[in-house]
């Protein structure tokens, strides 16, 4: 597959997703975990803008023996990303869509060398 250019490696962040464009596509890419993963900006569920929305780690919840919740707490080792237009969460990690893991974004290979970023296009 061709790689093309995303960006400068400077560019990326671990708090801020960039968006950038390849040959018509908008690609989300962020530093993760000391990795750096990109998506296709198009959620499986009905097309929203999905690496643009918040990011958070997942939600654990305790129960008591009633199911009654008791206290929840947040996972920072596992960060989603959270579709803006109807909430879906999908791994940052993987792209697993958290509902569903049969659903997943659209991952692209990235390289980084001489302080660029390219993409498998
Ligand atoms: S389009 Fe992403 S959750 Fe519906």
Redesign the pocket.
Known sequence: MPEKLLCASSDLSDTTVKICEVDGVEIGIIRHNGDVVAYKNV?P????P?CEGLRMPRVCVEFDDQQRALQQNFDESEMHFV?P????EFKMETGEAVGDPKIRLKRYKVTERDGEVYVEI
């Not at 569920?45 to 929203?48: S, V």
């Not at 237009?85 to 879906?88: A, L, Q, S, T, V």
Request: proline residues 0%; charged residues 0%; neutral net charge.
């Open positions: 959620c569920h009905q097309g929203g999905v579709c237009w109807h909430g879906w």
